[in-house]
Nanobody
Framework: VQLQASGGGLVQVGDSLRLSCEAS?????MAWFRQAPGKGREFVAG????????YYDNSVKGRFTVSKDSAKNTLHLQMDVLRPEDTAVYYC??????????????????WGRGTQVTVSS
């Protein structure tokens, strides 16, 4: 079981970034979380196995778009209109059990290494 995230970087306020996460196999639900310095890991966006149902935290709704290439088991996060408060280490995660739009860290059994996103003002 492997998850590999990529695509982070340093950008300016209002810029865009696209994160990607390759999974070694398919999962019931995949999601993005983030963790800012001194804070806990928080849910950002998730999507079900076939990519038909995406859900978001209110803080990113309308700015971020999660998508999934099921054929390649690849998860993406398109982040637009980035703000300084989006600065964090972003993690992809996967759940192999069926939950109802999971947002809690403990619902996800598999985690990739984080990728740093820094939004400079």
């Amino acid at each position: 079981v492997q998850l590999q995230a990529s695509g982070g970087g340093l950008v300016q306020v209002g810029d865009s970034l696209r994160l990607s996460c390759e999974a070694s196999s398919g999962y019931v639900t995949m999601a993005w979380f983030r963790q800012a310095p001194g804070k806990g890991r928080e849910f950002v966006a998730g999507i079900n196995r076939n990519g038909g149902h995406a859900y978001y935290d209110n803080s990113v709704k309308g700015r971020f778009t999660v998508s999934k290439d099921s054929a390649k088991n690849t998860l993406h996060l398109q982040m637009d209109v980035l703000r300084p408060e989006d600065t964090a280490v972003y993690y992809c995660a996967a759940a192999d059990r069926r939950y109802n739009y999971p947002r809690l860290v403990d619902r996800f059994a598999y985690w990739g290494r984080g990728t740093q996103v820094t939004v400079s003002s």
